[in-house]
């Protein structure tokens, strides 16, 4: 028996009766994780469930927060991210969508795959970041690695001692 949350609605009414619908308020946290970035723990939206093709219908929009780290630079940031969710549930003709548990939609994982699909498994803070020097370990975007190999007498040499104490 799969536990209770927020995110389990009972759809006996709808699947009895083709082409009906409700709206189903989300707010609620998750939980999850991922290497580099993470979810949450909010999600929200108002997700319209609609009886069809034997199943149920699942749409609208779903909001949360996002906590990326570069994965060039480690630097970290927050990023609201909105999906519009459209997916199908305990449709006969839809092996590859999600099942429903008797009269029960778990839209839990229904809204993770979709929120999963936009988040970028390596993000980087820009597409130009540069990273972290090898040497030093300072951030290469900012200027702040003196350099390692350049040659004696370097314009930048007096900036290096400047910054290496
Ligand atoms: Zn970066
Ligand atoms: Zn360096």
């Known amino acids: 028996m799969a536990r209770e949350s927020d995110f389990r609605f009972h759809v006996a009414d709808l699947l009895a009766h083709p082409g009906h619908r409700r709206t189903v308020t989300i707010d609620s946290a998750i939980d999850w994780g991922f290497d580099l970035s993470r979810l949450g723990p909010q999600l929200v939206g108002e997700m319209v469930l609609e009886s069809a093709s034997g199943g149920l219908v699942v749409r609208g929009p779903i909001s949360t927060m996002v906590h990326h780290t570069c994965h060039r630079c480690l630097t970290e940031w927050d990023e609201e991210v909105v999906v519009d969710?459209?997916?199908?549930?305990?449709?006969?003709?839809?092996?590859?969508?999600?099942?429903?548990?008797?009269?029960?939609a778990d839209l839990e994982p229904v809204l993770l795959d979709a929120v999963l699909l936009?988040?970028?498994?390596?993000?980087?803070?820009?597409?130009?970041?540069l990273g972290l020097c090898a040497v030093c370990g300072a951030d290469l975007n900012t200027g702040s690695c003196p350099g390692h190999d350049e040659p004696p007498g370097n314009a930048f040499a007096p900036l290096r001692d400047l910054l290496q104490p």
């Open 85 to 104: 969710v459209l997916e199908a549930l305990g449709v006969p003709d839809d092996p590859d969508g999600h099942p429903l548990h008797g009269d029960v």
């Open 118 to 129: 936009v988040i970028p498994l390596s993000p980087t803070c820009r597409p130009d970041c």
